[in-house]
Nanobody, 127 residues
């Protein structure tokens, strides 16, 4: 099991940028595929971005492709989400998630694949 803590959320104007961070405690961070999800009020949690254990493969929701970038630093036990060109539709609580896997080159996009979640960080984008 790994404990996850998100940070970096806040209020930003449309067109602005934010950088979210996810810090993992415990060992073997590099045994986990990681991802970001978000949940807006009244909506279901949705996939945003995912990354393999070594950080060499990534995938994104269509709505954020070209604007968001996911990365990780296994030595530091951290994952980040760089969010550019933010839109009001990006307003949500953002969660980081970890999926322990023996597969180095695999990432996951379904919430059910992830066993560990952070508490979330709020992102609000004003128009």
């Amino acid at each position: 099991q790994v404990q996850l803590v998100e940070s970096g959320g806040g209020l930003v104007q449309a067109g602005g940028s934010l950088r979210l961070s996810c810090a993992a405690s415990g060992r073997a961070f590099d045994m986990y595929a990681m991802a970001w999800f978000r949940q807006a009020p009244g909506k279901e949690r949705e996939f945003v971005a995912t990354i393999t254990r070594r950080g060499d493969l990534t995938d994104y929701a269509d709505s954020v492709k070209g604007r968001f970038a996911i990365s990780r630093d296994n030595a530091k036990g951290t994952m980040t989400l760089q969010m550019n060109s933010l839109e009001p539709e990006d307003t949500a609580v953002y969660f980081c998630a970890a999926a322990r896997t023996a597969l180095i080159g695999t990432y996951y996009t379904a919430p059910g694949a992830f066993g560990d979640w952070g508490q979330g960080t709020q992102v609000a984008v004003s128009s």
